[in-house]
């Protein structure tokens, strides 16, 4: 199995700041890397997919890089409805796999 | 607008099959896609569990041992989870989803049934 890193585990900051979350694969997934958000009690969301391309209505500030083993998300100016965890998914091989996730709270 | 719903028991006897079915409306399943199958421990990470397109491919998570059987019911609509000998650790939030074809996202999640395994 394709093992998902994310870091840190969890994040504080402030409403207006920039934020970067790290996934890393075990091995190379090329670009079949997709984000989703996840609130409280609430099913995940899809933000991203194919490692850049943003799903349906999803702000434009976030934003994607990377390909291969290393990628990143950024929020560039974090809204106060961007407060949730992160969970990053390869989908490279069977079986699909996520990242433990990273929790963004408010400072 | 594509909308998933998960029904069934929310509490299982440890041993015994768990069974769930998800409602999907807005889209027809027969049409494409994959049907997917992700749980959560409350408070923890997402596993996948399998997927199952319309036809033949079904895939499932090598770590459910044979356990798992994912079906669809296209005359309703419907798509089902089935696992068997179920334990506490299988104790979860489950999800239903679509997920694509092509880049396997998940984009349209159901609101997630917590079932419980125990006695």
């Known amino acids: 199995d394709i093992q998902m890193t994310q870091s840190p585990s969890s994040l504080s900051a402030s409403v207006g700041d920039r934020v970067t979350i790290t996934c890393r694969a075990s091995r190379g997934i090329s670009n079949y890397l997709n984000w989703y958000q996840q609130k409280p009690g609430k099913a995940p969301k899809l933000l991203i997919y194919?490692?850049?391309s943003l799903h349906s209505g999803v702000p434009s500030r976030f934003s994607v890089s990377g390909s291969g083993t290393d990628f990143t998300l950024t929020i560039s100016s974090l809204q106060p409805e961007d407060f949730a965890t992160y969970f990053c998914q390869q989908a490279f091989s069977s079986p699909r796999t996520f990242g433990q996730g990273t929790k963004l709270e408010i400072k | 607008q594509v909308q998933l719903q998960e029904s069934g028991p929310g509490l299982v006897e440890p041993s015994e099959t768990l069974s769930l079915t998800c409602t999907v409306s807005g889209y027809s399943i027969r049409l494409g896609y994959y049907w997917a199958w992700v749980r959560q421990p409350p408070g923890k990470g997402l596993e996948w569990i399998g997927s199952k397109y319309h036809g033949e491919n079904t895939y499932y998570n090598p770590s459910l041992r044979g356990r798992v059987t994912i079906s669809l019911d296209t005359s309703k609509n419907q798509f089902s989870l089935n696992l068997i000998s179920v334990t506490a650790a299988d104790s979860a939030i489950y999800y239903c989803a679509r997920e694509d074809s092509s880049w396997s996202y998940f984009d349209y999640w159901g609101q997630g049934t917590l079932v419980a395994v125990s006695s």
């Open positions: 194919a490692a850049s």
